[in-house]
């Protein structure tokens, strides 16, 4: 399947047989399998994780997400895009139907160590309810997380 491919060939051994199959067996395209090859070996994914991720349909919604970074974050931080990702899967929440913000901040916060690995291996939970001052008024942001990839911070 990847013979010939310099890009792909490398993932496919640093990632075990199961995994493989898995990819080959629910993967529709080779731009697809590349997806969550890389993906799985950058994050260190488990067979349970990769199936979750595959299942939850990660690569059609990395593909359609609208990118809602502000012009000058791109400027300072180009990859800063490529971080955040406009939906997540919360199945585990079990939230019901409507359900509201302050439900869901309570299911984050209750099932965090699921949600951090949603969100990626370099994100780390700092506070919830955070006070911040902005001129001379204070604002309490609901959840605080921190990323601390070096993508982010660029050539220093």
Not at 5 to 29: D, F, Q, Y
Request: some cysteine; proline content about 3%; aromatic content about 10%.
């Amino acid at each position: 399947m990847y013979q010939g491919n310099e890009t792909l060939a490398p993932l496919v051994r640093l990632l075990g047989w199961t995994h493989n199959l898995l990819i080959l067996g629910k993967c529709k395209t080779q731009e697809e399998r590349g997806f969550y090859l890389k993906l799985a070996a950058e994050q260190g994914w488990g067979k349970r994780e990769l199936e979750r991720q595959i299942e939850g349909c990660l690569f059609e919604r990395t593909l359609t997400a609208r990118r809602n970074s502000h012009r000058c974050c791109e400027i300072s931080t180009p990859a800063a895009g490529t971080v955040f990702k406009d939906s997540y899967l919360v199945e585990f929440l079990n939230l019901p139907e409507p359900h509201s913000e302050g439900d869901l901040q309570r299911g984050l916060v209750r099932h965090l160590k699921h949600f951090l690995l949603e969100l990626g291996r370099d994100f780390c939970f700092i506070g919830e309810r955070f006070q911040v001052q902005v001129g001379h008024r204070d604002f309490f942001l609901d959840l605080l997380f921190f990323h601390r990839g070096p993508q982010l911070l660029g050539s220093v």
